[in-house]
């Protein structure tokens, strides 16, 4: 099994920035490609970023081109996402995911394990 803890939600003001990380434990990290997804009251959970297994693959939604990163640390077993700019339509609960298919899907139904999840709100 694979568990995985994201923390570094929290409120900032709109053009603010925050980081969020993933804490994933078990073997299969460096196998597998790692999302993050978010999901808004009353709207339907949507994809953000994903990237390979290996890292050399990453795709963003057009949303937050420019302004998110994702990156990965295998050192750590870690997946974060740089927030920059944030806008207040950014106001989600924020999921890590893991695919152990290796590649960098953009569907949730094709992740395997999920965080708890973390808030992210911006204020305008």
């Known amino acids: 099994q694979v568990q995985l803890v994201e923390s570094g939600g929290g409120?900032?003001?709109?053009?603010?920035?925050?980081?969020?990380?993933?804490?994933a434990s078990g073997r299969t990290f460096s196998?597998?490609?790692?999302?993050?997804?978010r999901q808004a009251p009353g709207k339907e959970r949507e994809y953000v970023a994903v990237i390979s297994w290996n890292g050399l693959t990453?795709?963003?939604a057009d949303s937050v081109k420019g302004r998110f990163a994702i990156s990965r640390d295998y050192a750590n077993n870690g997946v974060y996402l740089q927030m920059n700019s944030l806008k207040p339509e950014d106001t989600a609960v924020y999921y890590c995911a893991s695919d152990r298919s290796g590649t960098a899907p953009?569907?949730?139904?094709?992740?395997d394990y999920w965080g708890q999840g973390t808030q992210v709100t911006v204020s305008s």
């Not at 900032?12 to 993933?22: E, K, T």
């Not at 953009?106 to 992740?111: A, E, F, G, V």
């Open 58 to 60: 990453t795709y963003y």
């Open 31 to 37: 196998r597998s490609a790692m999302g993050w997804f």
């Open 106 to 111: 953009t569907k949730s139904q094709d992740y």
């Open 11 to 23: 409120l900032v003001q709109a053009g603010g920035s925050l980081r969020l990380s993933c804490a």
